[in-house]
C-alpha cells in the first residue's frame, strides 16, 4: 500500500509564543507529575480561541454567521490549492492565473513563512486586500488560509476584509505553517476543536500529497 506524505501546518502552542499584539500569553501548567510521586500526569491550559493555527468561523465577524462548532466538514476536508504570493500584498491581480473552477480551497504561501519562526510579531506581514477577497467570493472559495496571524492588514479599524469573507460564509484559517510546502495541489485536513457556539478555534491542519 503506497504511502503518502503528511505535512503538518500547524504551530506548536506554548507560554511565549507568537502571538497578537494585544493578546495575552498563553498558560500551560503541569498541574500532577508521575515524577513527582502523582497517580497521572495531568496539565492545564488557558489560551485564546485564535491562538497558533485556527480557525475564523463565520461568526467572528458576522453577527449570524455559522460558530465554530456548526462548519460543515465537506469545506474542511478535501483538495486545496497552495498558491505562492511573491508581492507584499495579495489583490486581485496576483490570483488571475489561479484554478478557482477546480479548487474551492486556496492557502496562501507568502515570506510570512519566514516570520513565523520568530515569537516577536512583525507588523511588516503580507496580507489579504479587498479586490482580492472579493475575487474569491466571487468565485466561490470556501476556505482560504494564510501564513501568518491575520489574513487582513493590521491597520484597519473596520475589518473590510474579514467581513467581506465572513459574511459570504467563508472560512479562515490563519498561521499557517507553510516553509517546507511547495505550490501545487494537495488533500487537506482542516480540524478545529469543536467549542460549542464559539467565534473560532485552534486547529490541527495537515495537506496530503496528491
Not at 496539565?43 to 460543515?72: E, N, Q, W
Not at 506581514?125 to 479587498?130: A, E, I
Amino acid at each position: 500500500m503506497e504511502t503518502r506524505k503528511i505535512y503538518d501546518l500547524s504551530v506548536s502552542i506554548y507560554p511565549g509564543m507568537l502571538k497578537w499584539i494585544d493578546e495575552q500569553d498563553v498558560k500551560l501548567r503541569q498541574e500532577t507529575s508521575i515524577r513527582n510521586g502523582d497517580a497521572y500526569n495531568f496539565s492545564r491550559v488557558t489560551l485564546s480561541t485564535h491562538i497558533g493555527t485556527h480557525i475564523d468561523a463565520p461568526y467572528h465577524f458576522t453577527a449570524d454567521g455559522k460558530t465554530v462548532d456548526r462548519l460543515s466538514l465537506y469545506d474542511l476536508i478535501g483538495e486545496a490549492l497552495v498558491v505562492q504570493i511573491d508581492t507584499d500584498t495579495i489583490t486581485a491581480d496576483e490570483l488571475r492565473d489561479v484554478d478557482f473552477k477546480t479548487y474551492k480551497r486556496i492557502l496562501f504561501k507568502t515570506k510570512n513563512s519566514e516570520l513565523l519562526k520568530s515569537e516577536e510579531f512583525n507588523r511588516e506581514y503580507v496580507s489579504l486586500d479587498f479586490s482580492a477577497a472579493e475575487l474569491l467570493v466571487k468565485n466561490g472559495v470556501r476556505v482560504v488560509g494564510i501564513d501568518y496571524l491575520s489574513i487582513e492588514e493590521l491597520d484597519t479599524e473596520e475589518h473590510p476584509v474579514h467581513k467581506l469573507l465572513t459574511g459570504n460564509d467563508v472560512i479562515i484559517i490563519e498561521t499557517l505553517d507553510l516553509s517546507n510546502i511547495e505550490p501545487g495541489e494537495y488533500f487537506m485536513v482542516a480540524l478545529p476543536l469543536k467549542l460549542k457556539g464559539c467565534d473560532g478555534a485552534p486547529a490541527r491542519v495537515v495537506l496530503v500529497e496528491c
